[in-house]
Every structure is written in structure tokens, then in C-alpha cells.
């Protein structure tokens, strides 16, 4: 059974940075593409940032290019999400979610093709 597991969100005054990590066990981490994703309440779940299986590619959205830094770590089955110049804008829950296909080609973030989502992190940014 697969279980993903988000920590790292919390509160922080505009400007301030969060590093968010994820952790995915019950598949072999390292052959899936992994993604990042948030949703603030009455709106639709927005990707933010996915990275390849072997971490080479990556896609950010516009939202977040330059601010927010994907990364991961397959020997430690962990993703992580370094969120500099948070904006009040940015607080939403954060997701992380595997990719339904091994070793798929793409990083694309379409929530769709993510299949196993953890329960998320609350980041909430104040003015």
C-alpha cells in the first residue's frame, strides 16, 4: 500500500521562506516522477511544481517560477519544496502526489496523472 506523507508547512509573514519535504513509501520512489501541488478553499487544485524519476527535469508553473525550488532525494524516498518570497497568495494546502506511471518521460504538473496524494500541509501567509 502506498502512503505519502507532507510535512513542513506552518504560518509565516509575507517575504518568509518554508521548506515543505514529502515522503512516499510502498513503491520504489525513485522510478516515479513526483509533484507538488496546493489548493486554497473554492478553488481548483493547482500544480505547482512536478521533477522527473531521476530528478533531471522539472516544470514549474508561472505562479511559483523563481520563488519556489523542487527538489528530491531517492535514497531517502523523500521530495522536498523550498518556498522563498511566500505571498499571501500562497496559503493554500499543500499536496504532494506520485505519478500514476513508472518511469514516465514528462514532469508535467496535471493533477490528473497523479494518483497516490498524501493528506497535505497547511502554509498560510500573512501580510
Known amino acids: 500500500q502506498v502512503h505519502v506523507v507532507e510535512s513542513g508547512g506552518g504560518s509565516v509573514q509575507a517575504g518568509g521562506s518554508l521548506r515543505l519535504s514529502c515522503t512516499a513509501s510502498?513503491?520504489?520512489?525513485?522510478?516515479?516522477?513526483m509533484g507538488w501541488f496546493r489548493q486554497a478553499p473554492g478553488k481548483e487544485r493547482e500544480g505547482l511544481s512536478c521533477i522527473g524519476w531521476a530528478g533531471g527535469d522539472t516544470y514549474s508553473s508561472d505562479s511559483v517560477k523563481g520563488r519556489f525550488t523542487i527538489s528530491r532525494d531517492n535514497a531517502k524516498n523523500t521530495l522536498y519544496l523550498q518556498m522563498n518570497s511566500l505571498k499571501p497568495e500562497d496559503t493554500a494546502t499543500y499536496y504532494c502526489?506520485?505519478?500514476?506511471?513508472?518511469?514516465?518521460?514528462?514532469?508535467?504538473?496535471?493533477?490528473?496523472?497523479?494518483?497516490?496524494w498524501g493528506q497535505g500541509t497547511q502554509v498560510t501567509v500573512s501580510s
Open positions: 510502498g513503491l520504489t520512489f525513485g522510478d516515479y516522477v
Open positions: 502526489a506520485t505519478h500514476r506511471y513508472r518511469y514516465y518521460s514528462s514532469a508535467y504538473c496535471r493533477p490528473y496523472d497523479y494518483n497516490y
